[in-house]
């Protein structure tokens, strides 16, 4: 029987329109700095591929600098910058930041200062949507993109992160967004690409992939499979939820991602029931991608105040625009048969 691909927050499998796009990339040999006829062919891939990010996001074409990843693009936003968030917060961010602004039990966090402050639209563990400030000075909205109705120029916020592989385009690429009329020092310097934000050679095909990966989401969007997405997600907790006491889905009646669930059974560690999935034939998480090779509790969980036999118990379930309910269900099952499995051993 197939497998079952369930880490979509993780990385979403690459789109055939992206696939299609890359591959025309390909076949374009001229660098987009050079002024001759072949360089002049490289740049209108990007600039093409520019203009579908921004429309699709609600920017401004000019003010998308493209960079190796949202990892880089927080690099670009933070350094050299005195900014306050919190444990919530994904890693690349965090390493930039003090992360002092406390969380509530619901995932939360209240931004006293928005201009020196650095707060994400969405949490790649539970799915939890924040309320942004007006005045933000940094957004990682990486999760965000792509799986709801985002527009960065209606915001508030000054700066924002996103990612191509997070919305079904190439790994390798992302982005910064900048307001109008703000700038960046650049912290790759060479050549002035990027209208001197980032030097470097630009990765058209993988650019070229990221635009279209985005003009297909939004067609998801508009055709409501993200819709689609919640009401399988709540088939999901609802099944798991009749067949157990004792385990908890974070973020159940706030705000969230349509299509993510982070489930805490307490005292069934986390990446064991990950090791127990992946054997049955579907790929899950203990958390981000990032440090769900680590085994340590969620330091998100942690922050909204859950113990540490519960911050370890963790894992995430997040589906994706091809994601079916017959495969749904056969998680369900899977996951409830491997459960009774726990309950016998501790009981």
């Given at each position: 029987?197939?497998?079952?691909?369930?880490?979509?927050?993780?990385?979403?499998p690459l789109?055939?329109?992206?696939?299609?796009?890359?591959?025309a990339?390909m076949d374009?040999?001229?660098?987009?700095?050079s002024?001759h006829?072949?360089?002049?062919a490289?740049?209108?891939?990007?600039?093409?591929?520019r203009?579908q990010i921004?429309?699709?996001?609600g920017?401004?074409?000019?003010d998308i600098?493209?960079?190796?990843?949202?990892?880089?693009?927080?690099?670009?936003?933070?350094?050299?910058?005195?900014?306050r968030?919190?444990?919530?917060e994904?890693?690349?961010v965090r390493?930039w930041?003090n992360d002092?602004?406390a969380?509530d039990?619901?995932?939360?966090?209240?931004?006293?200062?928005?201009?020196?402050?650095?707060?994400?639209?969405?949490?790649s563990?539970?799915?939890?949507?924040?309320?942004?400030p007006?005045?933000?000075?940094?957004?990682?909205?990486?999760?965000?993109?792509?799986?709801?109705p985002?527009a960065?120029?209606?915001?508030?916020?000054?700066m924002?992160?996103?990612?191509?592989?997070?919305?079904?385009g190439?790994?390798?690429?992302?982005?910064?967004?900048l307001?109008r009329?703000?700038?960046?020092?650049a912290?790759?310097?060479?050549?002035?690409?990027?209208?001197?934000?980032?030097?470097?050679?630009e990765?058209?095909?993988?650019?070229a992939?990221f635009?279209?990966?985005?003009?297909?989401?939004?067609?998801?969007l508009?055709n409501?499979?993200?819709?689609?997405?919640a009401k399988?997600?709540?088939?999901?907790?609802?099944t798991?939820?009749l067949?157990?006491?004792?385990?908890?889905f974070?973020?159940?009646d706030?705000?969230?991602l349509?299509?993510?669930?982070?489930?805490v059974?307490?005292?069934w560690?986390?990446?064991?029931?990950?090791?127990?999935?992946?054997?049955?034939g579907f790929?899950?998480?203990?958390?981000?991608?990032?440090?769900s090779?680590?085994?340590?509790s969620?330091t998100?969980?942690?922050?909204?105040?859950?113990?540490?036999?519960e911050a370890?118990?963790?894992?995430?379930?997040?589906?994706g625009?091809?994601?079916?309910?017959?495969e749904?269900?056969?998680?369900?099952?899977?996951w409830?048969?491997?459960?009774?499995?726990?309950?016998?051993r501790?009981?």
């Amino acid at each position: 029987m197939s497998r079952i691909y369930l880490d979509q927050n993780a990385t979403m499998p690459l789109r055939p329109e992206a696939r299609a796009a890359m591959i025309a990339a390909m076949d374009v040999s001229g660098n987009p700095s050079s002024v001759h006829a072949e360089g002049r062919a490289a740049k209108a891939v990007v600039e093409t591929a520019r203009g579908q990010i921004a429309e699709a996001f609600g920017a401004l074409a000019a003010d998308i600098v493209f960079v190796s990843s949202a990892t880089e693009a927080a690099a670009l936003a933070c350094a050299g910058r005195d900014l306050r968030g919190s444990a919530v917060e994904h890693d690349a961010v965090r390493a930039w930041i003090n992360d002092t602004l406390a969380v509530d039990a619901a995932g939360h966090v209240k931004i006293e200062d928005p201009a020196q402050s650095v707060l994400q639209l969405a949490n790649s563990e539970t799915g939890i949507l924040q309320d942004l400030p007006d005045g933000l000075a940094v957004s990682d909205m990486t999760q965000a993109f792509g799986k709801i109705p985002v527009a960065f120029d209606w915001s508030g916020v000054d700066m924002a992160l996103i990612s191509a592989h997070k919305l079904g385009g190439p790994k390798g690429i992302g982005a910064l967004v900048l307001r109008r009329g703000l700038d960046v020092e650049a912290q790759i310097k060479g050549g002035g690409q990027e209208m001197g934000r980032r030097s470097g050679t630009e990765n058209i095909t993988g650019i070229a992939g990221f635009g279209a990966a985005a003009v297909a989401a939004t067609q998801d969007l508009e055709n409501g499979v993200w819709e689609k997405l919640a009401k399988l997600r709540n088939i999901l907790e609802t099944t798991l939820d009749l067949g157990t006491k004792e385990t908890i889905f974070v973020g159940k009646d706030a705000d969230r991602l349509p299509n993510t669930s982070c489930i805490v059974t307490p005292g069934w560690k986390g990446e064991t029931q990950v090791m127990q999935m992946d054997l049955a034939g579907f790929a899950i998480s203990a958390g981000s991608a990032c440090s769900s090779g680590k085994v340590k509790s969620s330091t998100v969980l942690r922050a909204m105040g859950m113990n540490e036999t519960e911050a370890s118990s963790a894992i995430r379930v997040s589906l994706g625009p091809e994601t079916t309910e017959e495969e749904v269900s056969r998680f369900c099952e899977a996951w409830l048969n491997a459960h009774a499995r726990f309950r016998a051993r501790v009981a």
